[in-house]
């Protein structure tokens, strides 16, 4: 039996404030239009939406008058990410998003304002008096992306007006055509060579005046630890220890935990994305890690709850960080990279009221010992016999694990043994039939200890000594090496000449004793019995005596 056709519904006026709306009834449901200024606007608009229903395409447009900060609530129920991605998320939106959009409703949001937006962000100051970089800019605009995406996916607009327009618009690059070379020469990230990766590591420890900076630089290096992963570094000794010192054998650390600061407060958490991990450590870093856990301080400044340490989160085990701040905190990254880091790679500070101050030193011992800061009679750049040259350039800590990975990539090493020490997931059926051996261990190690030997060798060049004790040590260590390996060359040298002189002296006896069982033509004449007679040939001829 054939459907009965739907009658179309009548629209009718409702007038309030001046404003006009349009309402009818639909399988006796009740809809309504928007308040409209033109009358004419919202009976299209009216009719508009019943020729959707007729036709069975009609979608609810209440959404579109849902304040964007009554959808970011909903949104956020709906997320499920890292607390770090969290707060990221939030102060993205309420110092930026909201600030420019609060108030208004999802329909109400247009391309135009969202451009205008993202280009005004970069020309204002943050909290610590600079502009926004760029990157901010980029990064609230991908996440209104995001926000307003999930509000089509969820039928509340039709259209994402954030979404960025494809295709040309502005300045762009012909096709073909190269970038100029000095762009074309930065790379995003900063990748050192080991023996750079030594002197950074001593110029942080110069900073703080700590030998621990040096350990814990030069462990983020040949580890590619993230931050994170290395603030949360811990040790002791026992067989529950995560760090484990065998005397035979490879050395390890296991990483479980990371620290993050979430709204100021420090605390331990699974690593990223549950990257649990093995790290093998070469017989230098094990060293390295051994003194310092004979050196680290006893535990962090964080207060008790219930007896035990608030930074330790459901870490069941007592505080034994190692790598701790001159205070007994737990550094923050961004505090680091402005007191350690950004001067011990560039040789500048951070700009401070629009003014980078450079890294003033003393000449000896080389690289120079850093001025902090000068007294009331004298500046520091007065007491200063020169300063610190640009090391690195822009250095940030993910580029040590930038430059792990990289070294790893040009060692040789299995490409499952890589993706297993930064623990990222092998691609394709390589991951089920490929595994990592205790081979490939050792040959890793072997790698990044003949990296650590090349680096002090070449540091060893630059300068035989160092203000950093424990640098010293190694250096001095190396020298006596250097200077035992010379002696014995030196030994084996003067072995071998002594060899190859008696073989020499051998070998002319040999040639006296073989030249005494020959004669001369003149004895061999007078044993024979010959004696020169006259003849054709001018008496030449040698006639046997009868």
Not at 413 to 418: A, F, Y
């Amino acid at each position: 039996m054939p459907r009965p056709r739907r009658r179309r519904p009548k629209p009718w006026p409702e007038t309030k404030n001046g404003l006009t709306r349009y309402c009818w009834r639909f399988e006796d449901v009740r809809y309504r239009t928007p308040y409209h200024e033109d009358p004419e606007d919202a009976h299209a608009d009216a009719v508009a939406q019943i020729s959707e229903q007729m036709a069975g395409t009609w979608r609810d447009r209440s959404g579109q008058k849902l304040l964007l900060e009554e959808w970011i609530d909903i949104w956020r129920e709906l997320l499920d990410v890292e607390p770090t991605t969290l707060a990221k998320y939030k102060y993205l939106i309420e110092f930026h998003i909201l600030l420019e959009f609060q108030g208004q409703a999802l329909g109400e949001l247009s391309f135009e304002d969202i451009e205008k937006w993202e280009r005004t962000i970069p020309t204002r100051n943050s909290s610590r008096g600079m502009p926004y970089a760029q990157s901010v800019a980029r990064g609230a605009r991908d996440l209104l992306i995001t926000i307003l995406g999930d509000a089509v996916h969820a039928g509340k607009i039709g259209l994402n007006p954030a979404l960025r327009r494809k295709g040309r618009r502005g300045r762009v690059t012909a096709k073909g055509r190269r970038a100029p070379a000095h762009a074309a020469n930065q790379p995003t990230s900063n990748v050192i060579t080991p023996v750079q990766a030594i002197c950074f590591a001593e110029r942080c420890a110069l900073l703080s005046g700590r030998d621990t900076d040096f350990v814990m630089n030069v462990f983020a290096t040949w580890t590619g630890a993230r931050w994170g992963e290395l603030m949360a570094v811990e040790g002791w000794d026992g067989k529950d220890s995560p760090v484990q010192l065998p005397a035979k054998g490879i050395a390890t650390y296991n990483l479980d935990w990371q620290l993050r600061e979430i709204g100021g407060v420090v605390r331990k958490a699974p690593p990223k994305d549950g990257s649990y991990r093995t790290l093998d450590l070469p017989p230098f870093l094990a060293d390295l890690v051994k003194w310092a856990i004979e050196n680290r301080r006893e535990r962090c400044i964080c207060p008790d709850v219930d007896g035990r340490a608030k930074c330790k989160g459901d870490d069941p085990t007592d505080p034994n960080y190692l790598f701790l701040g001159a205070m007994g905190g737990h550094p923050r990254r961004s505090n680091y990279a402005d007191h350690y880091i950004t001067p011990a790679a560039e040789g500048l500070s951070p700009k401070r009221k629009n003014v980078r101050r450079p890294v003033y030193v003393t000449t000896e011992p080389w690289p120079g010992i850093p001025i902090r800061k000068g007294n009331r009679k004298v500046k520091a750049a007065d007491m200063a016999d020169g300063t610190w040259p640009n090391l690195l350039g822009t250095f940030k800590p993910h580029d040590d694990r930038h430059t792990h990975s990289t070294w790893l990539d040009v060692s040789g090493v299995s490409k499952v043994l890589q993706m297993d020490r930064r623990d990222h997931a092998m691609q394709g059926m390589d991951s089920v039939y490929i595994h990592v051996t205790d081979d490939m261990r050792q040959q890793l190690c072997d790698y990044l200890q003949r990296l650590w030997e090349e680096a002090i060798a070449e540091r060893y060049k630059l300068a035989p000594r160092s203000a950093v004790p424990l640098l010293d040590e190694i250096l001095v260590a190396h020298h006596k090496k250097v200077a035992r390996e010379a002696t014995e060359r030196s030994a084996e040298t003067a072995n071998q000449q002594r060899l190859r002189a008696s073989r020499m002296q051998a070998r002319w006896a040999a040639r006296e004793a073989r030249t005494r069982h020959f004669m001369t033509p003149r004895q061999f004449v007078g044993r024979c019995g010959y004696h020169r007679s006259g003849g054709q040939n001018g008496g030449k001829t040698r006639q046997r005596m009868l």
